[in-house]
C-alpha cells in the first residue's frame, strides 16, 4: 500500500526558510512533486522532479525553492527547501507520486508566512 506523509509545514517570517520532507513509501515512483492550494483555489504545482533529476519550478517560487529526493527501491524521500518566504507562498503543501498506475497525495501540511 502506497503512503506519503508530509512533514516540516509551519510558521515562517517573510524572508525566512523552511523545509518541508515527505516519505513515500510502498511504491516504485516517477514523478514526484510538490503542489500547493490556498483556500477556495485549485490546486497548484509548486516544483516537480522525474526519476533522473530533471526538476521544473513554478515561476513565482523559482530561484527560491529547491526540489531534491532520495530513491531506495520501493521508498523515496522528497523535499522542499523553500527561502525568502514571502506571504503569497501561505498555502497547504502537499506531496504528489506517480507510478505506472495512477498518482498519490499526501496529506498535506500547512505553511504559513507572517510577520
Known amino acids: 500500500q502506497v503512503q506519503l506523509v508530509e512533514s516540516g509545514g509551519g510558521l515562517a517570517q517573510p524572508g525566512g526558510s523552511l523545509v518541508l520532507s515527505c516519505t513515500a513509501s510502498?511504491?516504485?515512483?516517477?514523478?514526484m512533486g510538490w503542489y500547493r492550494q490556498f483556500p477556495g483555489k485549485q490546486r497548484e504545482s509548486v516544483a516537480t522532479?522525474?526519476?533522473?533529476?530533471?526538476?521544473?519550478?513554478a515561476e513565482s517560487v523559482q530561484g527560491r525553492f529547491t526540489i531534491s529526493r532520495t530513491t531506495t527501491g520501493n521508498q523515496a524521500w522528497l523535499y522542499l527547501q523553500m527561502d525568502n518566504l514571502k506571504p503569497a507562498d501561505t498555502a497547504v503543501y502537499l506531496c504528489n507520486a506517480r507510478d505506472v498506475i495512477r498518482e498519490y497525495w499526501g496529506q498535506g501540511t500547512q505553511v504559513t508566512v507572517s510577520s
Open positions: 522532479i522525474s526519476p533522473s533529476g530533471t526538476t521544473k519550478y
Open positions: 510502498g511504491g516504485f515512483f516517477g514523478d
